[in-house]
T-cell receptor, first 110, second 115 residues
Framework: DAKTTQPPSMDCAEGRAANLPCNHS???????VYWYRQIHSQGPQYIIH???NNETNEMASLIITEDRKSSTLILPHATLRDTAVYYC???????????FGSGTRLQVQP | DAGITQSPRHKVTETGTPVTLRCHQT?????MYWYRQDPGHGLRLIHY???????DKGEVSDGYSVSRSKTEDFLLTLESATSSQTSVYFC??????????????FGPGTRLTVT
């Protein structure tokens, strides 16, 4: 699986959009970009994934650059409950598990 | 909600004792995983299963064994617990997404302390 690079921490004001970047310059053509988050002491939570098109669901939007070397997770209206560690993971299909890096610790400020 | 439960949720045990953690799922998913999470290491794969009686090792499998005799249950056993196995253990299942993607859904975790 391709390696990802994320900033260790970010702050965001409540009600504003949170934009979390991820670099994955060695991504292969068959690898998806997945985003998970982990709220303190809980199990990781799946957020969204994409291959090359931008994706949106009820939780977030995922913007993938045309060359697929980076992506941005957007939480459109961050709330205090969005404070968590966010993980960007690149993985191809298969039986293998996901490789979690250090992630970005997002702190939403009131 | 992927219908994943883990038991026990908390356990304190002594060095050298055997410990079994249980992961139970209600939706007949074929793939199940055991991870451990420690400060500074993120989540690391211990073992996974791709069907009943089909299991394979992950990156940190030493000191652990697993069994899956039925689809819904995936058991993780520490044959002789050591202090280095103090950790939070997460079980996960894999769901097939769109195309050839897949998502994993995690249980609430088991906090194990070995004294």
């Amino acid at each position: 699986d391709a390696k990802t690079t994320q900033p260790p921490s970010m702050d965001c004001a409540e009600g504003r959009a949170a934009n979390l970047p991820c670099n994955h310059s060695t991504i292969s053509g068959n690898e998806y970009v997945y985003w998970y988050r982990q709220i303190h002491s809980q199990g990781p939570q799946y957020i969204i994934h994409g291959l090359k098109n931008n994706e949106t669901n009820e939780m977030a939007s995922l913007i993938i650059t045309e060359d697929r070397k980076s992506s941005t997770l957007i939480l459109p209206h961050a709330t205090l409950r969005d404070t968590a560690v966010y993980y960007c993971i690149v993985s191809a299909t298969g039986r293998r598990a996901l490789t979690f890096g250090s992630g970005t610790r997002l702190q939403v400020q009131p | 909600d992927a219908g994943i439960t883990q038991s026990p949720r908390h356990k304190v045990t002594e060095t050298g004792t055997p410990v079994t953690l249980r992961c139970h799922q209600t939706e007949n998913h074929r793939y199940m995983y055991w991870y451990r999470q420690d400060p500074g290491h993120g989540l690391r794969l211990i073992h996974y299963s791709y069907g009943v009686k089909d299991t394979d090792k992950g990156e940190v499998s030493d000191g652990y064994s697993v069994s899956r005799s039925k689809t819904e249950d995936f058991l993780l056993t520490l044959e002789s617990a050591t202090s280095s196995q103090t950790s939070v253990y997460f079980c996960a299942i894999r769901e097939t997404g769109t195309g050839s993607s897949y998502e994993q859904y995690f249980g609430p975790g088991t906090r194990l302390t070995v004294t």
